[in-house]
């Protein structure tokens, strides 16, 4: 399928609650969003993904744990066209070839991605910064005049709630707090409408306060994106657990449910014992 044509016109899924799980092209009929077989990276001589086999289900909410340089940030570069593979296969959905498309159709096919540091634009009120984003959206974009639909108005307050910025709305995104900035960030993404969002780390640097709220806004969205977090904090991770993988030199250690990667014994060893 031509990678032009993703994102464009209205979804051909039409299977009530589902539909709106993915983008036009992506055909998630399986149940499953997001799928690396066999992935390996190598850096001069150096495999930080080794063999890396990984399915997410649509709408499914995945913690990806594991030590430092296990190669958890490689597995999402991997997945958003920023670093290419040397052998494997990567499929978004059950037919989009994700290693034949470039990092922007990757975006625009419905992959977004927060990293660890904010990038809202500081001299912008938050409400802007999400009018942005949505007017980002190519599909939008198009049919944008000079100031947002009533629909779109309406979505950005929706945004707005469900990252907990309503009352911030007219502010400077310069004077939010560190994690008000990551919320806005993730808000940002969501105007983008994305079927699938990868959170690197996304509760760094909050407040005890800011990241149990983080995991409140994760528990909402479940079931509307898949949604991939890497975590190091592990109340944060007990608190969004559902299906847990753990990797390790590139590749799934161990993966179930939470209790039962902490009881694995290889899991202890490599991560949870130091
Ligand atoms: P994690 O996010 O789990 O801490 P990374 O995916 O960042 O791990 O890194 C996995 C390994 O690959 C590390 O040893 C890291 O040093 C190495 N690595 C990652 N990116 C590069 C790169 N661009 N060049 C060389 N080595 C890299
Ligand atoms: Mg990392």
Redesign the pocket.
């Known amino acids: 399928m031509s990678a032009a044509l993703i994102g464009e016109g209205a979804s051909g899924d039409q299977r009530p609650g589902l539909g709106h799980l993915k983008p036009a092209g992506a055909d998630f009929s399986h149940g499953v969003a997001l799928y690396l077989d066999n992935i390996s990276v190598s ?2 001589g ?1 495999k ?1 993904l080794n063999g890396l086999t990984l399915a997410v289900d649509a709408g499914e909410l995945r913690c990806v744990i ?10 999402m570069d991997v997945v958003t066209g920023k670093t290419r593979p040397d052998s494997g296969r990567a499929f978004f959905g059950q037919t989009i070839d994700l290693l034949a498309l470039r990092e922007a159709e990757i975006a625009r096919a419905g992959i977004g991605r927060k990293f660890q540091k904010p990038t809202v634009f500081e001299q912008l009120t938050v409400f802007e910064n999400l009018e942005l984003a949505l007017k980002a959206d190519k599909r939008v974009r198009r049919s944008l005049r000079w100031r947002l639909s009533p629909e779109q108005a309406d979505r950005v307050d929706e945004i707005l709630t469900q990252i907990r910025l309503l009352e911030r709305r007219d502010w400077l995104a310069g004077a939010l707090s560190h994690g008000q900035k990551q919320w806005l960030e993730i808000g940002m993404l969501l105007a983008q409408d994305p079927a699938v969002l990868l959170l690197d780390e996304p509760v760094a640097g909050m407040t005890d306060a800011e990241t149990e709220r983080t995991a409140e806004l994760l528990l909402e969205l479940e079931g509307k994106h898949s949604i991939i977090v ?1 975590e190091h904090d592990m109340a944060f991770v007990a608190a969004i657990a559902r299906r847990v993988t753990v ?1 390790h030199e ?1 590749s799934v250690l161990a993966e179930g449910r939470l209790e039962q990667v902490k009881a694995d014994p290889r899991v202890i060893e490599v991560y949870l014992g130091r």
């Open positions: 850096f001069d150096f930080a594991g030590p430092n340089g296990a190669g958890k940030t490689t597995m890497v990797l590139g």
